[in-house]
């Protein structure tokens, strides 16, 4: 039963697009996370976030920004989406860092 | 920076034989966790290591924090086809604040 929701689950857009990939959870966490999955598996920490109105750019470098205005919600904006952004984006919480974290399901995103 | 070794990177087994694959790190870490990520989810939480020398179960699962804290296994006991996914590795950063996350090992099982 997941506590944590992504929306959509699969997404195709045209290049130059704009995006907003949607991320809640109802489990009152302060902390929030995305990930960007390539295809080779390998998980990168692109934005994060302690709590309301604090974002932090993560390990890899991307062209996306984030929002925290809601302890519940953390949407990921890309303003022009461009091929090299294909991917799939996992958003995480937790509530003590210590006991890890819960994964939404993903968004699945092809820009063509 | 932080950089954590799994192998194998891939493995087919048998349904029904045991599985073992291990993260490595060149850091001393206090926290390690294994994650399963099943075909098109995300990434669910196996097991938590808090002690150094640790060996922990959760079903047919079971991991150790190595003496070193610098290497963890799991183990897959009875392997059954929904088994297959992609085990992640994560340590807790040094900072206290963030996980980094293993390349990861697919596993696929044959019936």
């Known amino acids: 039963e997941a506590d944590i929701y992504q929306t959509p689950r699969y997404l195709v857009i045209g290049t130059g697009k704009k995006i907003t990939l949607e991320c809640s959870q109802t489990?009152?966490?302060?902390?929030m996370y995305w990930y960007q999955q390539d295809p080779g598996m390998e998980l990168h920490l692109i934005h994060y976030?302690?709590?309301?109105?604090?974002?932090e750019k993560g390990d890899l470098s991307s062209e996306s920004t984030v929002s925290r205005i809601r302890t519940e919600h953390f949407p990921l904006t890309l303003e022009s989406a461009r091929p090299s952004h294909t991917s799939q984006y996992l958003c995480a919480s937790s509530a003590l860092v210590s006991y890890g974290y819960t994964f939404g399901s993903g968004t699945r995103l092809t820009v063509v | 920076g932080q950089q954590l070794n799994q192998s194998p990177q891939s493995m087919f087994i048998q349904e029904g034989e045991d599985v073992s694959m291990n993260c490595t790190s060149s850091?001393?870490?206090?926290?390690w966790l294994w994650y399963k990520q099943d075909p098109g989810e995300g990434p669910v939480l196996l097991i938590a290591?808090?002690?150094?020398?640790e060996l922990t179960s959760n079903g047919r699962l079971t991991a150790q924090f190595g003496i070193t804290r610098k290497d963890s296994f799991l183990n897959i006991s009875a392997s059954i086809p929904s088994d297959v996914g992609i085990y992640f590795c994560a340590v807790l950063d040094n900072y206290g604040q963030n996980f980094v996350f293993g390349p990861g090992t697919r596993l696929s099982v044959l019936p």
């Open positions: 290591l808090y002690k150094a020398g």
């Open positions: 976030s302690y709590g309301v109105n604090s974002t």
């Open positions: 489990m009152g966490h302060d902390k």
């Open positions: 850091s001393i870490f206090n926290t």
